[in-house]
Nanobody
Framework: VQLVESGGGLVQPGGTLRLSCAAS????????MRWYRQAPGKQRELVAV???????NYADFVKGRFTISRDNAKNTVYLEMGSLKPDDTAVYYC???????????????WGQGTQVSVSS
């Protein structure tokens, strides 16, 4: 299984970005999908999570600004980021709990990360 993020880049404060993360490989189904971020010198932190049923939860520092969504047919999770602040600068990673076969347990997979920089 491979997770590939895209959509990062440089944006001005107040701007928007949309991140995508597509899972590929031998996939029977995907349970929760998450976005994390890690700023230089800081620990990786959870940004948002979405369950297979579409239930979502957000870190307080992004509530009202970011929206997580997923397309189960495409095995893809998205993160719409708005009202971006310099403090949002970080490498953003997607994470997914994937089952490759029906009676297997779920395994957690990570993407390689995509850089988001917010600066004027």
């Amino acid at each position: 299984v491979q997770l590939v993020e895209s959509g990062g880049g440089l944006v001005q404060p107040g701007g928007t970005l949309r991140l995508s993360c597509a899972a590929s490989g031998i996939i029977f189904d995907i349970d929760a999908m998450r976005w994390y971020r890690q700023a230089p010198g800081k620990q990786r932190e959870l940004v948002a999570v979405i369950t297979s049923a579409g239930n979502t939860n957000y870190a307080d520092f992004v509530k009202g600004r970011f929206t997580i969504s997923r397309d189960n047919a495409k095995n893809t999770v998205y993160l719409e980021m708005g009202s971006l602040k310099p403090d949002d600068t970080a490498v953003y990673y997607c994470n997914a709990d994937v089952r490759s076969r029906r009676f297997q347990s779920y395994t957690s997979w990570w993407g390689q990360g995509t850089q988001v920089s917010v600066s004027s």
